[in-house]
């Protein structure tokens, strides 16, 4: 769907292919399950350690069809056989190196929890699939690995796997190069910065709150935007006491919209709770809406709100009925009119929130930092050049791929 995917595929699968035949020596054989918990058509366990551990015993483990110990197996190949002996399971193995193998089994929980217990009685440590990951391939790709994971969209999805193919490592071992001028270095540096927060949210969704006084339509523009119905709509104020969460996706990015309670000064002590976390909510909100009723005379306490939240987006709902508003009272030149109930505007909206929150992005094979541990790195090691700490700054970046 988005440019890039296939081809990152392809690059990730002949490298896969060319580190078939490496060993990676653990030291202590590891297992771990690599695929999500609970019933699935197969499921996938990784080992690493001396195969010879599964054939071990009078009783092995693991009986293949073609009759050959797993240690006598080829690297690379794949072969079907039996689990267990009285009860046994049919799986399929994969040889991935000379100490490492997939299983591939039914996608059960017991049949999971079955093989994981016999390798663990076999005294093989049960260990996380990062854990795994960051012992065979190294700490700097299980943390890409683990933000691939995360990514809620195609879009973001394929950004994350351009930096994982090799885009990220290359960026930061060639800031690493101790023969850099020290302008060329702080340029790069900053370059990176420059995209630190997009990065961060590939894999978390920006927040845009949407505030106003009751019974303007926040629950409704929140339904609209999302395409379902997930906040309670209800003509009465004081509807939505707490903060409700729904997640959307505009333009391939992330989003969540977060319905709070309607603000108003005569509100009740239950419903003044919500109003208090709604306050909260608006000072950690990447970006906040403002919605008023056209319908309705704006209030002095709407245009008190509209002065402490300059950079907010004001949005006059309702504009399918008759208008309360004269020239001398619409609140601000720039306002967006829009319908929460017949949908007219709200994709004006939807685009005009991605132009806030992302206002550029990054040219294909840009490097961008994806992890608050990079951007951390990267800071520290701005700020040492600022203190003309060169060799802090140098540790700081070197700290990048560690």
């Known amino acids: 769907m988005y440019q890039g995917v296939a081809n990152n595929k392809t690059f990730q699968n002949q490298n896969r292919m060319n ?53 006598q197996q080829l690297v690379g190949d794949i072969f079907f056989g039996h689990w267990g002996t009285e009860t046994s399971e049919e799986v399929v193995l994969c040889r991935l190196s000379d100490d490492q193998l997939a299983i591939h089994c039914h996608g ?40 691939l994971s995360k990514t809620k969209t195609i879009r973001a999805a394929s950004i994350v796997l351009q930096q994982q193919s090799g885009v990220l490592r290359s960026a930061f071992e060639k800031l690493s190069e101790v023969n850099q001028q020290e302008e060329t270095f ?4 900053d370059l990176l910065l420059h995209w630190a927060s997009f990065g961060l949210h590939l894999t978390t969704s920006w927040k845009v709150v949407i505030t106003g006084r009751p019974n303007v339509g926040k629950s409704s523009l929140v339904n609209k935007l999302a395409g379902f119905e997930r906040a309670i709509v209800f003509d009465q104020p004081g509807t939505t006491r707490d903060v409700v969460h729904v997640e959307a996706v505009f333009e391939g990015w992330a989003f969540q919209l977060i319905d709070t309670a309607g603000i108003r000064e005569e509100a009740v002590s239950l419903e003044q709770q919500g109003i208090e976390r709604t306050l909260e909510t608006l000072q950690t909100a990447d970006c906040s809406i403002i919605l008023l009723d056209q319908s309705q005379p704006v209030t002095d306490e709407e245009r008190s709100f ?15 009925l008759p208008s309360a508003w004269n020239k001398n009272d619409i609140p601000c030149e720039d306002i967006l009119f829009l319908s929460a109930m017949t949908g007219e505007g709200v994709d004006t909206l939807s685009k005009k929130i991605v132009q806030q929150l992302v206002p550029e992005v990054p040219p294909s094979h840009t490097p961008i930092p994806v992890t608050a541990r990079q951007i951390s790195c990267l800071q520290r090691a701005s700020l040492a050049l600022e203190n003309n700490n060169w060799e802090e700054s140098l540790f700081e970046v070197k700290n990048l791929l560690n």
């Open 19 to 71: 580190n078939l035949s490496q060993k990676n020596n653990f030291d202590s054989p590891q297992t771990a399950l690599w695929t999500s918990r609970g019933r699935g058509a197969v499921a996938t366990i990784r080992y690493g350690g001396d195969c010879q551990i599964i054939d071990a015993g009078t009783l092995p483990m693991f009986h293949a069809a073609n009759k050959l110990p797993v240690a």
């Open 108 to 147: 059960g929980e017991a049949a999971t929890k079955r093989i994981l217990n016999d390798l663990a009685c076999c005294g093989v440590e049960i260990v996380s699939w990062s854990q795994f990951l960051s012992k065979c391939e190294g700490d700097f790709e299980s943390e890409m690995q683990e933000v």
């Open 186 to 189: 702080s340029k790069e540096i």
């Open 306 to 320: 509209l002065e402490q939240y300059p950079s907010a987006i004001v949005v006059a709902n309702k504009s399918d």
